[in-house]
């Protein structure tokens, strides 16, 4: 019987950016003939009198997403949850969430949640792309996603942080072996930046997620039309960090977005094990 | 031997009254029910298409069995009681369940921690990467490469082809019952509560959803659609949303619909 727990990188939570700090759970996927891991992961984004949660964390995770929010609080209220779309990993958590925070604000794209969560309904506050949340000292903008999968899908953006929160965008594997023909991150990187990593992401590990998550890569041939309007948007918003909740947190942008890139192109007409 | 003979023994005239009275629906006989209720789509729901504003039922699906039963799907929260209430009446006392997610999506899987409190569900089959929020039931993860299928015993007596189509968003699996022909398809075959004429042509309202088809050569996931349908003599379509489509014929009208606007739609 295959046993699916995610556990907490003992590397987190991290400040990555000012106010913005790392939360994630590492989720290990069993394939046929290896071992994968994937995170999964939340950021707290803290202002002067606000707080935001960007996305919730799966469920099963909650336990130490709980304990780590009581942690960086300190007693606080958190102030609002985004959740990017609602799939578990990014909104699994919200029943406990307004549960444990009674008057938090759930902000963004809000369509299906009172099918899918009806006790949370007073709690939903609609937000479209351009809308802005006072955090004092931080706004948290929403933004259009441009790489996503279910259409209720939002971005978040903190200028002073620099931070593009990006869902399923700019996501890929890693697992934590060593391999001769596809060396990937040692064990003890899931909490490290992109920039601490001493191997490149590697191109085959963002295609086999994109391939996976992002289906529709297999069959649209649209790589570059893609990226290129995401760089304009990285150049518009002055982006220095990415924040994916599927990968480690994006501190050299510009040197990954082509990695990212060559495996959306590799996903086009993938084929994978997974269904 | 003709499979589709064999049928686990029908409900008494009193469980067949508690069933109708719960809200549960037979899609095919006593061998397929169809559980959930309504919602109103409109611009709240995100696969509603432009214009529409209108009731829609929200569907999971129970296949009976002599040892036991399979519950495909769970419905969205909102009918949580509805849904617990019509697995009361469909299912026999302490009868054993098994539950099988065409997706890990929120409106396939957030009514498994109540489903599982009450009653004895042995173990949970589910496709993609996602964990799923069971409790003490079995996870059985199954990989079935998109575009094939697998035929897997899901509980003692009731084996069900894995469909893995082409057309989907995230990791799907459509769910064919052979003894009863009902194809089972998840966020697919959408459009029947929508506007539509008698030869299908309502079958673009179904897409919404699927806005990465207009960016995609969708020729394979069409033909894949109509595949699918034509090799298995589909009886019944089943979908997670929307009104099912009842007859070989209307499931053929139905498929070729769907797979016409989805060429329609794409790039070529």
């Known amino acids: 019987m295959e046993d699916l727990v995610e556990t907490m990188s003992t590397d987190l939570p991290r400040e990555v950016a000012p106010g913005v700090t790392w939360m994630s759970s590492c989720l290990p996927f069993h394939l046929a003939d290896r071992v994968i891991h994937g995170h999964n992961s939340t950021y707290l984004v803290q202002g002067d009198h606000s707080s935001i949660l960007v996305d919730t964390g799966n469920p099963s995770s909650w336990p130490i997403i709980s304990r780590t929010l009581d942690e960086l609080l300190q007693g606080e209220q958190l102030t609002y949850v985004f959740p990017s779309h609602p799939e578990l990993p990014h909104t699994g958590n919200l029943p406990r969430l307004v549960e444990k925070y009674p008057e938090v604000q759930v902000v963004g794209d809000i369509r299906d949640y009172h099918l899918f969560y009806p006790q949370i309904v007073p709690n939903l506050h609609a937000r479209v792309p351009g809308d802005s949340i006072d955090l004092g000292g931080k706004e948290f903008v929403v933004v259009e996603a441009l790489i996503r999968d279910l259409p209720n899908t939002q971005w978040g953006f903190v200028r002073e942080a620099g931070v593009l929160f990006t869902a399923d965008g700019f996501c890929y594997m890693h697992r934590p072996e060593l391999d001769d023909?596809?060396?990937?991150?040692?064990?003890?990187?899931?909490?490290?930046?992109?920039?601490?990593?001493?191997?490149?992401?590697?191109?085959?590990?963002?295609?086999?997620?994109?391939?996976?998550?992002?289906?529709?890569?297999?069959?649209?041939?649209?790589?570059?039309?893609?990226?290129?309007?995401?760089?304009?948007?990285?150049?518009?918003?002055?982006?220095?960090?990415?924040?994916?909740?599927?990968?480690n947190f994006i501190s050299n942008i510009r040197d990954v977005e082509p990695i990212i890139r060559a495996g959306h192109k590799r996903a086009y007409r993938y084929e994978t094990a997974q269904s | 031997?003709?499979?589709?003979?064999?049928?686990?023994?029908?409900?008494?005239?009193?469980?067949?009254?508690?069933?109708?009275?719960?809200?549960?629906?037979?899609l095919i006989g006593d061998r397929v029910y169809r559980l959930g209720a309504d919602i109103l789509v409109d611009e709240n729901v995100s696969w509603?298409?432009?214009?529409?504003?209108?009731?829609?039922?929200?569907?999971?699906?129970?296949?009976?069995?002599?040892?036991?039963?399979?519950?495909?799907?769970?419905?969205?929260?909102?009918?949580?009681?509805?849904?617990?209430?019509?697995?009361?009446?469909?299912?026999?006392?302490?009868?054993?369940?098994?539950?099988?997610?065409?997706?890990?999506?929120?409106?396939?899987?957030?009514?498994?921690?109540?489903?599982?409190?009450?009653?004895?569900?042995?173990?949970?089959?589910?496709?993609?990467?996602?964990?799923?929020?069971?409790?003490?039931?079995?996870?059985?993860?199954?990989?079935?490469?998109?575009?094939?299928?697998?035929?897997?015993?899901?509980?003692?007596?009731?084996?069900?082809?894995?469909?893995?189509?082409?057309?989907?968003?995230?990791?799907?699996?459509?769910?064919?019952?052979?003894?009863?022909?009902?194809?089972?398809?998840?966020?697919?075959?959408?459009?029947?509560?929508?506007?539509?004429?008698?030869?299908?042509?309502?079958?673009?309202?179904?897409?919404?959803?699927?806005?990465?088809?207009?960016?995609?050569?969708?020729?394979?996931?069409?033909?894949?659609?109509?595949?699918?349908?034509?090799?298995?003599?589909?009886?019944?379509?089943?979908?997670?949303?929307?009104?099912?489509?009842?007859?070989?014929?209307?499931?053929?009208?139905?498929?070729?619909?769907?797979?016409?606007?989805?060429?329609?739609?794409?790039?070529?």
């Not at chain 2, 052979?178 to 506007?195: E, I, M, N, Q």
């Open chain 1, 181 to 247: 023909e596809d060396p990937v991150h040692l064990p003890g990187e899931c909490g490290l930046t992109t920039g601490e990593l001493s191997v490149p992401i590697a191109v085959e590990n963002a295609a086999f997620f994109t391939g996976s998550a992002l289906y529709w890569a297999r069959f649209a041939n649209d790589a570059d039309a893609v990226y290129d309007r995401v760089l304009h948007l990285i150049d518009e918003l002055g982006v220095t960090s990415v924040a994916p909740t599927h990968g």
């Open chain 2, 1 to 26: 031997m003709n499979s589709r003979t064999i049928q686990p023994p029908g409900p008494s005239r009193t469980r067949a009254r508690a069933i109708a009275a719960a809200g549960a629906r037979d």
């Open chain 2, 48 to 268: 509603c298409p432009p214009g529409i504003r209108t009731t829609q039922p929200v569907n999971c699906y129970v296949i009976k069995g002599f040892g036991g039963s399979v519950l495909v799907d769970t419905g969205v929260r909102l009918h949580e009681t509805e849904i617990l209430a019509q697995l009361d009446a469909v299912l026999e006392p302490g009868e054993r369940l098994a539950v099988v997610l065409t997706r890990t999506e929120m409106e396939c899987c957030l009514n498994l921690p109540a489903i599982e409190a009450r009653f004895d569900v042995e173990s949970v089959w589910y496709t993609g990467g996602i964990t799923v929020p069971r409790t003490t039931a079995e996870p059985r993860r199954i990989m079935v490469n998109p575009g094939t299928s697998q035929l897997v015993e899901v509980i003692d007596g009731i084996k069900l082809e894995f469909v893995s189509p082409l057309m989907r968003l995230l990791p799907t699996l459509w769910i064919f019952d052979p003894v009863s022909g009902a194809l089972l398809t998840s966020d697919a075959f959408t459009h029947g509560s929508y506007r539509r004429t008698p030869d299908g042509l309502g079958a673009s309202d179904g897409l919404c959803k699927f806005r990465w088809f207009s960016e995609a050569d969708t020729r394979g996931i069409a033909a894949d659609v109509e595949s699918v349908v034509r090799e298995r003599q589909v009886t019944a379509i089943g979908p997670g949303y929307g009104e099912p489509f009842i007859g070989v014929a209307q499931c053929a009208t139905e498929s070729a619909a769907l797979a016409a606007a989805i060429r329609e739609v794409g790039v070529q």
